[in-house]
């Protein structure tokens, strides 16, 4: 019985402290507070820069854009592989796992 309370505190102990460790980051990564179409599509990079006035004009905003389908942006005369890559990242973007990193200050 006290080997069982010894180990559970040890445990318990372990566990606690390892969680710790993550929070010990030196640099925290620096993300956009506000995330606008412009912001996505260059955080996206590979040349998606050239569609933010296209897709500004005609969708508007960046929660619009999270959710329309491949067709609109077919119609907007926006290419395949382009198409793929903003419905990707807008999918990750949606599921939390994907955000435009900020642009590091240059002094």
């Excluded at 599509?41 to 998606?48: E, M, P, Q, S, T």
């Excluded at 949606?94 to 240059?106: F, I, Y």
Aim: hydrophobic share 40%; charged share 25%.
């Amino acid at each position: 019985m006290a080997w069982r309370q010894i180990l559970w505190m040890n445990n318990n102990l372990l566990s606690s402290s390892a969680s710790g460790f993550a929070n010990l980051s030196s640099k925290p990564t620096p993300y956009i507070v506000k995330v606008g179409i412009p912001e996505f599509l260059n955080g996206v990079g590979k040349g998606l820069e050239n569609h933010v006035e296209k897709l500004e004009s005609e969708i508007g905003d960046l929660q619009k854009l999270l959710v329309t389908r491949t067709i609109k942006l077919k119609r907007l005369g926006i290419p395949c592989k382009d198409r793929k890559l903003i419905l990707k990242y807008a999918h990750k973007y949606r599921l939390g796992l994907w955000r435009p990193r900020a642009e590091p200050v240059k002094s």
